[in-house]
């Protein structure tokens, strides 16, 4: 009898974890990683995760290409799903940014913008962030 609570107990935190990390990729735009330090993201992340997050991108990219004014940013340095998380959010505080999508794939950042933005304050956004940018183009 002891055995099955820890049983249910075991099995319901491990529910009650997936349905979080769900919550937060599909609701808040969070994404996770597979380990906490990219650097040694090597084990891989699971395929439902991957898809969440192309299906995120796409969405974001739809709306960007709504947008009057626009831009791509080559981005080296993304290894995982954290690392896309972060790049977005570090363009997003940009006065002028109104939303971004980054591809893993691609090594690049798609924005939307109000405004016209200085290519260097894109840069050394993403330089802070822990990512070095390559060309950056506006139109």
Known sequence: MVATIVLGILIAAALGYALRTMYR????????????SCSSCSAGCNSSMQKALDE???????????MAMRGTIDVDGMTCEKCIYKVIKALEKIDGVKIAAASLEKQSAEIGLTHEVDENL???TLRKAGYSAGSVTLN
Do not use: D, N
């Not at 609701?27 to 906490?36: H, L, M, P, T």
């Open 25 to 36: 990729s599909f609701f808040k735009g969070e994404a996770a990683c597979c380990s906490e």
């Open 56 to 66: 995120g991108y796409r969405a974001r990219v739809e709306k960007i290409e709504k």
């Open 122 to 124: 894109l840069r050394e």
